[in-house]
């Protein structure tokens, strides 16, 4: 089993639709968990934390379960602009903190 | 003024070249990483230094050989480069070892083994 596993993509949506990712991971002492965004061929950016009361940046929502070690984000009202790679992204500690990435899941949202 | 940059951006080499990518960080933090982003994407971390100090060294071959020569500069050496080590290279800093979760990306050297 992977260590941090995403829904495949990509996601083709319209413009003002809502879309949710969903992420499972499997360390279960993992502490911390974010979302992280990537455009094409650009380097990964933090998107929000995720905390576990679940937490609202705008349009965006992140919701955490550990309890199933599960993990969402939540887009509202889409734009062209939020089409990118979301990578679900784990905070564990072995030794050292380490961030575990997901494989992204793609977002296109067209017109 | 960027964050995290790195050099090349692009590289194209031969099988059994050595080849370096270089790394600096002008936010002041204490900790910087290598990561490797392969052709199926995932990200996954290669090494880790805080304050010049080798902390993380994931299961890389010993071909790749990091350097920090301070804080401000992680630079990765590869040997003997193979077409399995194409990939894109990115390097990140955060402000300390405990924090991983405020790291910035550099943009990424896209590297072409044939």
């Known amino acids: 089993r992977k260590e941090v596993e995403q829904d495949p993509g990509p996601f083709n949506v319209p413009e003002g639709a809502t879309v949710a990712f969903n992420c499972t991971y499997s360390?279960?002492?993992?502490?911390?968990f974010f979302w992280y965004r990537q455009d094409c061929r650009k380097e990964p950016k933090l998107l929000m934390s995720v905390y576990s009361s679940g937490n609202e940046d705008g349009r965006f929502t992140a919701q955490l379960n550990r309890a199933s070690q599960y993990i969402s984000l939540l887009i509202r009202d889409s734009k062209l602009s939020d089409s990118a790679t979301y990578l679900c992204?784990?905070?564990?500690?072995?030794?050292?903190?380490?961030?575990?990435f997901g494989k992204g899941t793609m977002l296109l949202v067209s017109p | 003024d960027t964050a995290v940059s790195q050099t090349p951006k692009y590289l194209v080499t031969q099988m059994g070249n050595d080849k370096s990518i270089k790394c600096e960080q002008n936010?002041?933090?204490?900790?910087m990483y290598w990561y490797k982003q392969d052709s199926k994407k995932f990200l996954k971390i290669m090494f880790s230094?805080?304050?010049?100090?080798?902390?993380i060294n994931e299961t890389v071959p010993n071909r790749f050989s990091p350097k920090s020569p301070d804080k401000a500069h992680l630079n990765l050496h590869i040997n003997s480069l193979e077409l399995g080590d194409s990939a894109v290279y990115f390097c990140?800093?955060?402000?300390?070892?405990?924090?991983?979760?405020?790291?910035?990306f550099g943009q990424g050297t896209r590297l072409t083994v044939v």
């Open positions: 230094y805080n304050n010049k100090e080798l902390i």
């Open positions: 360390n279960s002492a993992s502490q911390s």
């Open positions: 936010l002041g933090h204490d900790t």
């Open positions: 990140a800093s955060s402000l300390g070892a405990g924090e991983p979760r405020w790291s910035f």
């Open positions: 992204v784990v905070n564990g500690y072995s030794g050292y903190s380490t961030l575990t």
